[in-house]
């Protein structure tokens, strides 16, 4: 069993950066495909960034290419996606997920989930 755990969410102003966590206890993380999903008022929870067990491929929906890295510390058993340049429509809660597989764009396919951390930006 694996329980995730996220922090660093918070209002930062336009063009500003954030770095989320994620941390996990009950298992080793390198085992797993990790994800960071986001959920906006009204919207469907959406995929932004995978990274891989194992070889730690990384992920990253289109919306954030170029701004957000996520990376992985094995030995801290902690995923981190850093956000740069972050954009209004970038508010939402943030999620990180779990699956004993490959990454999948999925949300039904995760079988570990945090309890999600608010990034709010705006002026």
């Known amino acids: 069993q694996v329980q995730l755990v996220e922090s660093g969410g918070g209002l930062v102003q336009p063009g500003g950066s954030l770095r989320l966590s994620c941390a996990a206890s009950?298992?080793?993380?390198?085992?797993?495909?990790i994800i960071w999903f986001r959920q906006a008022p009204g919207k469907e929870r959406e995929g932004v960034s995978c990274?891989?067990?194992?070889?730690?491929?990384?992920y990253y929906d289109d919306s954030v290419k170029g701004r957000f890295t996520i990376s992985r510390d094995n030995a801290q058993n902690m995923v981190y996606l850093q956000m740069n340049s972050l954009k209004p429509e970038d508010t939402a809660v943030y999620y990180c997920?779990?699956?004993?597989?490959?990454?999948?764009?999925?949300?039904?396919?995760?079988?570990?989930w945090g309890q999600g951390t608010q990034v709010t930006v705006s002026t």
């Open positions: 997920a779990a699956r004993s597989y490959y990454c999948s764009a999925y949300v039904s396919r995760y079988e570990y």
């Open positions: 009950g298992a080793t993380l390198d085992y797993y495909a």
């Open positions: 990274i891989s067990r194992y070889d730690g491929t990384t």
